[in-house]
């Protein structure tokens, strides 16, 4: 990685991998940017790509709730002075927490104090911990902060929690440890148009990357973004078994919606999962199911304002 411009002196710095940028990532954010200020300092967040897991355990590496791009649009919320994506490599693995400090915090980013999270590892084997930061922060002159877990219903946040949450289906708790309803992004494309001669026109979306994490398949109350409009609609996720040889596909259908839109990127928050995937004998049973589920997404929609909480 390069280095801060010449002209920064010092650095409020975190360091992570920050996927999700949840509640408890959010924590972290907003002291380092608020230390920084108060010390005409730049904050600094040091995150990296792929994740490390993915380097040095492929086995056991999780799927991601942000995607690069994804993870960019969210912390660019968050006004900090530098957001560095380090390429996370086997070499870069193998640093010692003592060289990671030296040629890293210290060298290239100028650290006057760093913040952490309180279950925070780095460095070979995770050794960094909070009591070895804070030795080489005294060697080096830097400051440690450690900020505590935030809770929800008294479990602290986690990413791993909010996975489980998201594999599940369970889409209010996601979005209540990420501050926001769990998103994915894709590009409209044409597919085989049996929803418009069903009756429910839907627009077919491009699958992302397979590392992201797809909610568990189902019919969800989605929010969709397309262009400058906030829609709300229904989306299918997951296999098509009433028609045979389809493949699995993400179909949304935009509720008293009625514009061209392929082509456009669309982002697709998660409400809530309305009901399992099922196979239908026939087409006419098929559209009656569809004509419940959207007296089931209204419902839900008049039941909640339409309203989730977005913030970051």
Same mark, same amino acid.
Not at 69 to 86: R, T
Not at 153 to 169: C, E, F, K, L, Y
Not at 173 to 189: C, D, Q
């Given at each position: 990685m390069s280095g801060l411009p010449? @002209?920064?002196?010092?650095?409020? *710095? /975190?360091?992570?991998?920050?996927?999700?940028?949840?509640?408890?990532?959010? =924590? #972290?954010?907003?002291? %380092?940017?608020?230390? =920084?200020? =108060?010390?005409?300092?730049? +904050?600094?967040l040091l995150t990296f790509d792929p994740h490390p897991l993915r380097v040095v355990r492929p086995d056991v590496a999780p799927p991601l709730l942000t995607i690069p791009n994804e993870k960019k649009e969210i912390l660019a919320q968050f006004d900090l002075d530098?957001?560095?994506?380090?390429?996370?490599? /086997?070499?870069f693995s193998r640093y010692s927490p003592?060289?990671?400090?030296?040629? $890293?915090? *210290? &060298?290239?980013?100028?650290? +006057?104090?760093? $913040? #952490?999270? !309180?279950? @925070?590892?780095?460095?070979?084997?995770?050794?960094?911990?909070?009591? $070895?930061?804070?030795?080489?922060g005294a060697l080096h002159g830097f400051e440690v902060g450690v900020v505590g877990g935030v809770a929800v219903d008294g479990s602290a946040i986690s990413s791993t929690r909010i996975?489980?949450?998201? =594999?599940?289906g369970d889409m209010e708790t996601a979005a209540a440890g990420l501050g926001r309803p769990y998103s994915l992004r894709g590009t409209v494309v @044409?597919?085989?148009?049996?929803? &418009? /001669?069903?009756?429910?026109?839907?627009?077919?979306?491009?699958?992302?990357?397979?590392?992201?994490?797809?909610p568990a398949e189902g019919i969800y109350a989605v929010r969709a973004s397309v262009g400058t409009e906030l829609r709300e609609g229904l989306l299918h996720l997951g296999p098509?078994?009433?028609?045979?040889?389809?493949?699995?596909? #993400?179909?949304?259908?935009? %509720?008293?919606?009625?514009?061209? %839109? !392929?082509?456009?990127?669309?982002? *697709?928050?998660?409400?809530h999962r309305l009901r399992e995937v099922r196979a239908f004998a026939t087409e006419a049973g098929l559209i009656e199911q569809m004509q419940r589920d959207l007296e089931a997404g209204r419902?839900?929609? +008049?039941?909640?304002?339409?309203d989730a909480d977005d913030g970051a």
């Amino acid at each position: 990685m390069s280095g801060l411009p010449a @002209h920064v002196r010092e650095t409020v *710095v /975190t360091v992570g991998t920050f996927d999700g940028v949840h509640l408890g990532h959010q =924590a #972290i954010l907003r002291r %380092i940017r608020r230390r =920084a200020r =108060a010390l005409d300092a730049w +904050s600094v967040l040091l995150t990296f790509d792929p994740h490390p897991l993915r380097v040095v355990r492929p086995d056991v590496a999780p799927p991601l709730l942000t995607i690069p791009n994804e993870k960019k649009e969210i912390l660019a919320q968050f006004d900090l002075d530098c957001v560095a994506f380090v390429p996370f490599t /086997t070499e870069f693995s193998r640093y010692s927490p003592e060289k990671f400090v030296e040629e $890293v915090l *210290v &060298r290239r980013l100028r650290a +006057s104090e760093l $913040v #952490i999270g !309180y279950d @925070h590892g780095f460095g070979r084997g995770r050794t960094g911990d909070a009591d $070895v930061l804070e030795r080489l922060g005294a060697l080096h002159g830097f400051e440690v902060g450690v900020v505590g877990g935030v809770a929800v219903d008294g479990s602290a946040i986690s990413s791993t929690r909010i996975r489980r949450a998201v =594999a599940a289906g369970d889409m209010e708790t996601a979005a209540a440890g990420l501050g926001r309803p769990y998103s994915l992004r894709g590009t409209v494309v @044409h597919g085989l148009e049996r929803g &418009r /001669t069903l009756g429910f026109p839907t627009a077919n979306l491009t699958p992302p990357p397979p590392d992201k994490l797809l909610p568990a398949e189902g019919i969800y109350a989605v929010r969709a973004s397309v262009g400058t409009e906030l829609r709300e609609g229904l989306l299918h996720l997951g296999p098509r078994p009433t028609f045979a040889g389809s493949p699995p596909a #993400i179909e949304l259908f935009l %509720i008293d919606f009625d514009r061209d %839109i !392929y082509g456009e990127r669309v982002v *697709v928050e998660f409400l809530h999962r309305l009901r399992e995937v099922r196979a239908f004998a026939t087409e006419a049973g098929l559209i009656e199911q569809m004509q419940r589920d959207l007296e089931a997404g209204r419902e839900f929609f +008049s039941r909640s304002g339409g309203d989730a909480d977005d913030g970051a």
